[in-house]
């Protein structure tokens, strides 16, 4: 059965610390991957995707994922976090053939001012 | 920047009740979907609609659920006579045919 791992719940951090967070997926098909953030009180957004070319993808608010198809893994990174990143972090697939989106649990994240 | 939207933001119901949840996707966007999220767990898919029916439905998306788009701007989400372990948070997400989904901001239901 698909499904994506995100190996983290929770991880705290200081302001300034370099964070990567880890997620591995089960899909021998094609697969588009996510990352989606949830700010506290605030619903999904899109912070990186990534379909094709360049397994190194950049997204927004200076964060980047590697995908890396012989591990199955997409995981997300950011080399000097902020307070303001505290939020819930979502790895996400999209199975192409099944036109859905398979979320991972999510990794909640502290950051300590 | 357009944005889906979903009403009411908070519901409160008994169980054995009917609910509606409302979205509005994004107005050129054609395909759309239904997600949840109980407390504390991952975000679930339930169902998606292209084309005036259901594409695919997961085993959460049983008889006391259904999809309707009523008219050209809405999607509702009905569930029929809900239960307690239907409490949780709603997402309703739309896209234009690309695979990127763009999640409203949520309804949260408890049943109690």
């Known amino acids: 059965a698909q499904s994506v791992s995100q190996h983290n719940h929770h991880v705290i951090l200081s302001e300034a610390a370099s964070l990567e967070l880890g997620c591995n997926y089960s899909y021998g098909g094609t697969v588009n991957l996510f990352w989606y953030v949830q700010y506290p009180g605030q619903h999904l957004q899109l912070l990186l995707k990534y379909f094709s070319g360049d397994p190194l993808v950049k997204g927004i608010k200076g964060f980047e994922a590697e995908f890396i198809k012989s591990k199955f893994s997409f995981n997300l990174r950011k080399p000097s976090v902020q307070w303001s990143d505290t939020a819930e972090y979502f790895c996400a697939v999209y199975l192409n053939r099944d036109d859905k989106i398979i979320f991972g649990k999510g990794t909640r994240l502290h950051i300590l001012p | 920047e357009p944005e889906v939207t979903q009403t009411p933001s908070h519901q409160v119901t008994q169980m054995g009740q009917e609910v509606i949840l409302r979205c509005v996707p994004i107005s050129n966007h054609l395909y759309f979907y239904w997600y949840r999220q109980i407390l504390g767990q991952k975000v679930e898919f339930l169902v998606s609609f292209y084309n005036n029916e259901i594409s695919e439905k997961s085993e959460i998306f049983d008889d006391q659920f259904s999809v309707e788009r009523p008219d050209g701007s809405n999607f509702t989400l009905k569930i029929r006579s809900t239960k307690l372990e239907d409490s949780a948070m709603y997402f309703c997400?739309?896209?234009?045919?690309?695979?990127?989904?763009?999640f409203g901001p949520g309804t949260r239901l408890l049943v109690l």
């Open positions: 997400a739309s896209t234009g045919g690309g695979e990127t989904q763009y």
